[in-house]
């Protein structure tokens, strides 16, 4: 099953593929495809149920039991082969949940991936878990998703409060969301299905029910150039700190820029953003 996408500059020599996070969708990237959509094709993916609940069905990717990580992965895999059409090497752009699922894809595809560029979510799940993990997991529930996964589950199971879940999502959304600026008008509770079977995943795996990824050698991967966006007004990272010091020791133009913003950095630098963008691109050309 594909995800809905937009393409721009069909014509482009090289295809760069944009995957938003939560609570965005396609439009976060509109500025930077406004930007480089010039020189490149670029194609952005909307993400399951990051939409109205009409539209997530009118796209046939409405579930309520949500998707799990593998299982977008998968959708991605197929959307990029739809939309790409065999034009291969791609560069991603990925930011949030978009950088989950966009990790995992290049673990599964490295050869239709030539390049990478994160903003502020690295390779954070693809360790096997263990068991301390959880107590970090917990804590970070309680910063702030097991909020998200709360109104997801009473719009899942208690059908006359899905209008009230709903609007609570979208009002914690545009808090926790300040810094952006996508319209979430027509987002709904249904978003929070990416944490809610995140968390199942993870806690399956530390308690050996279900099989934990192979072991990788985080500081090896991706084995292709990354350019790696951190925002710095925040405490909790979302990245492996071994992770960010390997891409400084890399002699294939990868880099760790670390700019000034909570979270959404191409929104809050966009200037420093695209600037960057534009250098590591060139650089990597080939």
Request: proline share 5%; net charge neutral; charged share 25%.
């Amino acid at each position: 099953m594909g995800l809905h996408f937009e393409v721009v500059n069909d014509g482009g020599a090289e295809t760069i593929v944009f995957i938003h996070g939560w609570p965005d969708t396609p439009r976060l990237w509109d500025d930077t495809v406004k930007e480089f959509s010039n020189e490149y094709r670029c194609v952005s993916i909307g993400l399951p149920m990051y939409s109205s609940r009409e539209e997530a069905k009118s796209l046939g990717v409405y579930r309520k039991s949500g998707y799990n990580v593998d299982e977008v992965v998968d959708m991605i895999a197929e959307t990029i082969d739809e939309s790409c059409r065999g034009r291969f090497p791609i560069t991603l752009c990925l930011f949030d949940w978009g950088s989950v699922y966009g990790f995992k894809y290049i673990l599964k595809h490295s050869e239709k991936v030539s390049r990478t560029i994160g903003v502020d979510v690295g390779p954070v799940w693809m360790q096997p878990p263990r068991v301390k993990e959880l107590v970090g997991l917990f804590f970070a529930g309680v910063f702030y998703q097991y909020r998200i996964i709360f109104y997801y589950l009473v719009a899942r199971f208690v059908p006359f409060l899905q209008d009230w879940a709903d609007r609570g999502a979208r009002k914690h959304m545009a808090y926790m969301a300040s810094e952006s600026d996508t319209d979430i008008s027509q987002l709904t509770a249904d978003v929070g299905h990416s944490y809610w079977n995140a968390h199942l995943d993870r806690v399956a795996m530390c308690l050996g029910l279900r099989k934990p990824p192979e072991p990788l050698d985080i500081r090896t991967f991706p084995r292709h150039p990354v350019l790696f966006f951190v925002g710095t007004k925040k405490d909790m990272k979302f990245c492996p700190e071994q992770w960010l010091q390997s891409l400084q020791q890399r002699s294939d133009h990868s880099e760790a820029v670390f700019l000034p913003a909570v979270h959404w950095v191409m929104v809050a630098c966009k200037q420093e953003f695209h600037s960057k963008m534009k250098e590591f691109l060139t650089a990597t050309k080939k």
